[in-house]
């Protein structure tokens, strides 16, 4: 069992270029989310999914946006890259949207904008 | 507002001692979950423990247990007989009630010296 993959594991990106950071769960879990992670501020929520063919903001939401096409993959795309989104980017998921439901989390995307 | 604060920024703790790694939280909702995650020097974020609102007992798993003072709104993690391996970053986090968005601390790095 993968997990969770993401893709790519890093990248370096010119700004104003478009990127779609991929994950992909095995898991068959509802719910689904993007955080990043910036030193000195722990993980902030950019998306969420509860469940295939829904999306919510999270925290921090401008200048990216997913869909959920099915249960197994939700891409996070940044339309116009901005020097401000360089950070490490996870991808998580969990069996329900509750207090109770454990997030798991993917290995990382290290995102540089020049 | 609902926030997690982790106030040690750094802790060091001699290897086979234990290890007391501070978080206290802030909300007003009766339901929530409360979780400590991992982060090695490799990058991912790997699930440790989980305390619920309603739960009476303290959490525990292998070696570790959270310590959990609901009137303080404190969720202390309490690693035993700590190992070089558990030199890492520590996220104290809190999921709502039912909305699936987890809120992270800021972390605390622990180094376990030999």
């Known amino acids: 069992i993968a997990g969770i993959t993401q893709a790519p594991t890093s990248q370096i990106l010119a700004a104003g270029r478009r990127m779609t950071l991929r994950c992909t769960q095995d898991?068959?879990?509802?719910?689904m989310y993007w955080y990043r992670q910036d030193l000195g501020l722990g993980l902030r929520l950019i998306h969420y999914?509860?469940?295939?063919?829904?999306?919510g903001k999270g925290e921090v939401p401008d200048g990216y946006s997913v869909s959920r096409a099915n249960t197994d993959d939700f891409p996070l795309t940044l339309a116009s890259a901005v020097p401000s989104q360089t950070s490490v980017y996870f991808c998580?998921?969990?069996?329900?949207?509750?207090?109770?439901?454990?997030?798991?989390f993917g290995p990382g995307t290290r995102l540089t904008v020049l | 507002a609902q926030k997690i604060t982790q106030t040690q920024p750094g802790m060091f703790v001699q290897e086979k001692e234990a290890v007391t790694l501070d978080c206290t939280y802030d909300?007003?909702?009766?339901?929530?979950?409360l979780f400590w995650y991992k982060q090695p020097s490799s990058g991912e974020m790997i699930f440790l423990i989980y305390?619920?609102?309603?739960?009476?007992q303290n959490a525990t798993e292998g070696r570790y247990s959270l310590n959990f003072q609901k009137a303080r709104k404190s969720a202390n993690l309490v690693i035993s007989a700590s190992q070089l391996g558990d030199s890492a970053m520590y996220f104290c986090?809190?999921?709502?009630?039912?909305?699936?968005?987890?809120?992270f601390g800021q972390g605390t790095t622990l180094q376990v010296k030999p």
């Open positions: 986090a809190m999921n709502l009630s039912n909305t699936g968005k987890l809120i």
């Open positions: 998580a998921s969990s069996d329900a949207a509750g207090e109770a439901d454990t997030q798991y």
């Open positions: 305390q619920g609102s309603y739960d009476e």
């Open positions: 999914s509860n469940t295939a063919g829904t999306t």
């Open positions: 909300t007003s909702d009766q339901s929530y979950g």
């Open positions: 898991m068959r879990h509802n719910a």
